[in-house]
């Protein structure tokens, strides 16, 4: 009788889902700042959605490693500032500091796993700033500013100088990852073991054009997956933990360019690798897409199996919960996140029609699970 009982509790509990919280950073127009829902994950909705924080165009938002702190960027214009939060248990999140971003605006953001710093990628002014974070979650003034050189000069408009567009670190966290677009290369930084700072070690190249803008590591670390903004592709690197290098293997275009054409602009946004690391995902602006690639786990190189409209405009912005079970879309320009169920055997997505909520110029999602 016991064993029949805790079968029937397990089942139980398996089943009966779990209720998320869910945070978007906004860019701007008619949003005031950082908004929160909720995903039931057993029902597959999204919840009422309410303003969790007034800031500036709050832009790209990150945790660190015990999702009890958010850290944020706030573009404003004139005073531009990097914003730390606690987050409640109710999913509320409290100010504790802010400081001024002397590199100016700032395209992503990235908290080191020993939570005892964080960098930020400037786009418009092609630097790279380290931030120390004190113990209690709260930030200090800038400590190393670096300033990207170079520029590929492949599409004029995009790449007359260095642009720095996201920041990250490899798995074990001794190096730091930039990808420029305006260079057509990942910059490279070793992180300074004894200090808070950075440290160029290499570079890798991208394609020539490509607009190298996100990137993922494979859950094992074997591989890299670059998005590149310019030409909607994704570029496979092997990574080599040792050194920090990555040598470039190949590049799976995420649309064909027949499909690209019936579009007045096309532009990547956004790269996710699943849990499993068997399936990735990738952002269309322009096509208001997600197209989902195969993973081979030997080779890391990639098929695409499916490209699934986003039932919005300009996906800015996509992310998975920790299970890879749900997949949420920021369509900026229409105001909405829709919400997919993804396919535990094929990695393909199943529009959530009744999932759907309306969130002002979304152009970020952070899941708390």
Not at 70 to 84: K, T
Not at 202 to 230: Q, V
Not at 260 to 268: G, I, L
Not at 338 to 353: A, H, K, M, N, V
């Amino acid at each position: 009788m016991l064993r029949y009982l805790l079968l029937f509790l397990i089942l139980s509990a398996s089943s009966s889902g779990e209720v998320l919280n869910v945070y978007f950073g906004t860019g701007g127009g008619s949003a005031a700042g950082i908004y929160h829902t909720t995903l039931d994950t057993k029902k597959g909705r999204l919840g009422q959605v309410t303003l969790a924080a007034e800031v500036t165009a709050p832009g790209f938002l990150a945790w660190n490693v015990n999702k009890d702190r958010l850290y944020s960027i706030s573009n404003d214009q004139d005073a531009p500032a990097l914003v730390a939060y606690a987050v409640q248990q109710d999913g509320k999140i409290e100010e504790i500091n802010r400081v001024p971003m002397q590199a100016g605006r700032a395209a992503h953001l990235a908290v080191h796993p020993s939570e005892s710093f964080l960098i930020t990628a400037h786009y418009g002014s092609g630097k790279v700033s380290v931030f120390p974070v004190a113990a209690d979650g709260s930030i200090h003034v800038s400590t190393q500013i670096i300033q990207h050189k170079g520029a590929s000069g492949v599409v004029e408009k995009r790449q007359k100088s260095p642009h720095p567009h996201w920041a990250g670190f490899s798995p074990d966290g001794k190096y730091a990852f930039i990808p420029d677009l305006g260079a057509d290369q990942i910059v490279i930084y070793s992180v300074e073991p004894n200090s808070v700072g950075l440290k160029q070690v290499g570079t890798a190249k991208t394609l020539p054009g490509g607009g190298p803008r996100h990137m993922r590591f494979s859950p094992d670390g074997n591989f890299i997956y670059l998005l590149n903004e310019l030409t909607l592709a994704v570029t496979t690197f092997k990574y080599n933990p040792s050194n920090g290098s990555a040598q470039r293997l190949t590049t799976t275009p995420a649309l064909t360019e027949e499909v690209k054409a019936r579009e007045v602009f096309n532009s990547a946004s956004e790269i996710l690798v699943h849990p499993n690391g068997k399936f990735l995902y990738s952002g269309n602006r322009g096509n208001d897409s997600v197209t989902v690639y195969a993973a081979d786990p030997n080779s890391g190189e990639l098929k695409v199996i499916e490209v699934e409209p986003v039932r919005g405009a300009w996906p800015r912005n996509i992310n998975l919960d920790s299970t890879g079970s749900w997949l949420l879309a920021a369509g900026a320009d229409s105001n909405t996140v829709s919400l997919f169920r993804i396919d535990p055997d094929t990695g393909e997505l199943q529009f959530q029609r009744k999932g759907s909520i309306n969130v002002p110029n979304a152009i970020c999602i952070l899941l708390k699970d």
